[in-house]
């Protein structure tokens, strides 16, 4: 509620005048998980759900599901099970609906995050995760990575909307061919980009905020 809050503040700055990236009511309204079921024919099947009966029905029909907190990030709360008996258990920790999708055997190829600057694609990368590890915050490991042409085309798709919504900075994640996550609260990036680029991918995201600047 915290952060909820931030967004309320900052609201009030912008509608004074004052430049705030990303635009706030679009943070508070474009949540990063949920945000995909704007781009469902590209997204894994998944459930968003406190109902029990749906959630069984989910893993009768998945079997090996990730459950997933909506307003975590960085892989944190994340959990791997085949048993709709520890989504229960999730569902009493977090009080809360979850996100629940089939496991996706092509995440031990990498995470692949593609980065947004005003709309347009910057720089991409791959996180591996660990052997025996799906999640990808732990000892993982960072690679230049060039999107496909279909990831590029629902980018550009994706980078217009946000255009559209004042978020100059956003980060759009896939695992194999599915669409996964759109951020643009917690983005990171920067450093492990510069670090694969060896540029300063911070100076390059400046550029596009001074543009807007100029235009107020």
């Known amino acids: 509620m915290g952060f909820v809050t931030t967004t309320y503040i900052l609201e009030r700055l912008k509608n004074q005048g004052v430049l705030v990236t990303n635009d706030p009511f679009w943070i508070r309204n474009t949540p990063d998980k949920l945000f995909i079921f704007d781009f469902e024919k590209h997204m894994p099947p998944t459930l ?6 749906a959630i069984e029905k989910f893993f009768a029909v998945h079997k090996d599901v990730v459950i997933k907190p909506l307003y975590s990030f960085h892989g944190h709360g994340i959990t791997r099970s085949s048993s709709p008996d520890a989504a229960g258990k999730e ?8 996100m629940f999708q089939p496991f996706l055997e092509e995440v031990k190829d990498g995470n692949k995050r593609v980065v947004l600057f005003g709309g347009g694609i910057v720089g991409a990368l791959n996180t591996i ?3 025996g ?6 000892d993982s490991v ?3 990575y060039e999107p496909t042409e279909q990831e590029r085309i ?5 980078g217009a909307v946000m255009k559209e919504r004042g978020i100059h900075f956003a980060g759009v994640d896939f695992i194999g061919s599915y669409l996964t996550e759109v951020n643009v609260g917690s983005v990171g990036s920067l450093v492990r980009l510069n670090k694969i680029y060896n540029k300063k991918f911070e100076s390059m995201l400046w550029d596009v ?5 100029v235009k107020k």
């Open 129 to 131: 995760p660990p052997d």
């Open 48 to 53: 968003v759900s406190s109902d029990m009966n």
């Open 142 to 144: 960072d690679e230049a």
């Open 133 to 138: 590890e799906f999640r990808v915050y732990r």
């Open 154 to 158: 629902l980018c550009e798709e994706i």
């Open 209 to 213: 905020l001074e543009k807007k600047i």
């Open 91 to 98: 569902l009493e920790k977090y009080g809360e609906p979850l």
